[in-house]
């Protein structure tokens, strides 16, 4: 197969590729824009609907805040806690989230220093939850999951094919060139393949970690595989006949000695027996924007079952680990948060730019078939 022919599959394939999930990628993309600053600007609402927290010189403990919240939804009720977030800032609130048996979630807000509910919400049903349901199932459940993963391994390959495409290869100053006060036709190319070669690789990795993501049952095991590292075994409780689980407090003096100088972000509480606690912690060291860090205790004994040091991880969990600032953008702090804004505008150009280079083919091919049909008719 020479080099023309391979390169028209090549172009063939990013054409209808593009056309077939570009209008997906649009709300894939559109959604994505918004999520970068999600977490800012879910704190700005929460202070905007529940009031401004002054802050004081001391904070209730997780604990405390912990028997606030299960006397409010005990366990025999329709919701239990299974994570608390602590606060991130003076005047932040500690975070519940409750789940229930119909998969709905709830978050309830706590004064740190009063431990007073200040407010509760349905997860899903907040413009952040709705947005984030949108941009990864379309709000269609499991089926919608799939579809995105799908157009996800799709925006890889176009991501692989425009580059391919891209005419910079030849020339490469020009192709970073967009000639304003050239033919619309030519303006439009330009900013199609600028905009292309500029977010290429970063619609890539957003690509890829969103099917890794919506596939993790079946791509988790292959990373695992091929950065030869073992998945950590899943640690276990053991309960102890007539005795109660040990106290929060207690647990987390044993995860602070376990992960000396890590600060405790969130706690994820076992649904079952056997499951451990599950402590999530961040070292100062760590420059990821989420913590990475985990210590696992036996919920009876306290015992240190496992722990995460998020500096010390094999190459398949690190590699997992990245997937989040990849994703959202957060390896280069704000410039590369703002960066990820336009990245999830980059499918709306690309696909409008790409419509309109099909258009103006679609109408040269119309007018050469229309003049050999008028010249056969003059014969």
Known sequence: MNQKKLRSIVFYLHRYIGFFVGLLLIVVGLTGSLLVFEQDFDHFMISQQYGHITPQQVQLSPESVVNTIEAKYPARGDFHLFRIYLPDTPSSPYVGQLSSTDVQRKEVFLNPYTGKIIGERITDKTLIGLTLNLHYSLMAGQTGTAIVGIAAFLMCVLSITGLVLWPGWRKLIAGFKIKFDAHPKRVNFDIHKVAGIITVVFLFFTGFTGFCWNFYDLTE???????FTSKPSE????????KSTLKLTEQLKIADAALPGAATKSIYFPSKPEEALRINMKLPQESSYDANSNVYLDQYSGKVLRVDNALKMLVGDRFLNFFVPLHYGTFGGLPTRILYVFVGLAPLI?????LVMWWYRYRA???ISDRVIELSQKL
């Open 365 to 367: 091919k119309r007018s």
């Open 221 to 227: 095991p292959i990373i695992y595989a091929v950065t």
């Open 350 to 354: 690309l696909f409008v730019t790409g």
């Open 235 to 242: 640690p276990v409780s053991k309960p102890i006949p007539s």
